[in-house]
């Protein structure tokens, strides 16, 4: 934001004094919720979709100040929830919780030392029409990701993931169109047991989810855990 200031001394001259005033914007926050997730990228396609979202922050969807809103600034919005510049240090909003809204779901599964292991992730509720999906996968110490697949069926739909840390996975779904998702089984993520991992039940955890529907509005499911047996025979 800047204020200006014009103070005329003569007819024929004019002192501009600009006063500018630094914020701290959250490049990528297009709803001003201060975080960026997958629903600013649904925001994001809905304007360039024409369909003028009436929660659309131009100055912070613009991601490469080009004064135009492009696929280029979704790719960039997506980098920068992978890359986990996600909230202001001073954020504190708080998302309302539920059980009976859509859930992710997992199973659990038994894995063999060394072997790659499939973890499908359903939503439940699919009825409410989402279109994009935000999750952290954590798994135990001893456990690696070697693969993310999308369901093949959602063929209006992209997926990207990252490690954001040790143990943690950051996945992100989303559509160029907002279509809905309208099957249960979203994706898999493929894990392996390494010989580090302890000789005892695991537990994998599904937290930081976003799901996006195709008014816009986000939920926040609580969070979800599956148990993992390991056969180190």
Do not use: W
């Amino acid at each position: 934001d800047a204020t200006l200031s014009l103070v005329i001394k003569k007819a024929t001259s004019i002192e501009a004094l600009f006063e500018k005033t630094i914020i701290n914007l959250l490049m990528g926050d297009v709803n001003n919720d201060e975080r960026v997730s997958v629903t600013d990228i649904s925001i994001t396609v809905s304007y360039i979709m024409n369909e003028n979202p009436l929660n659309f922050v131009f100055v912070k969807g613009d991601m490469n100040e080009d004064g135009n809103i492009s696929v280029t600034d979704i790719t960039r919005i997506v980098s920068k929830i992978l890359n986990g510049e996600t909230t202001l240090a001073a954020s504190a909003n708080a998302y309302k919780r539920s059980s009976v809204l859509p859930q992710v779901m997992m199973h659990d599964i038994v894995a063999s030392l060394g072997e790659d292991m499939s973890v499908p992730v359903s939503l439940k509720n699919v009825e409410y029409g989402c279109v994009a999906l935000q999750m952290d996968v954590v798994l135990p110490l001893g456990m690696d990701m070697t693969a993310v697949r999308l369901n093949s069926k959602l063929n209006h739909h992209a997926i990207s993931y990252t490690q954001i840390n040790e143990a943690t996975y950051r996945i992100l779904v989303y559509s160029m169109a907002n279509v809905p998702m309208e099957v249960s089984d979203v994706l898999e993520f493929v894990v392996r047991p390494m010989a580090t991992i302890a000789n005892e039940p695991q537990t994998i955890t599904v937290t930081n989810i976003h799901l996006t529907d195709k008014a816009l509005n986000e939920y926040r499911p609580v969070t979800a855990k599956a148990r993992i047996d390991v056969d180190t025979a």
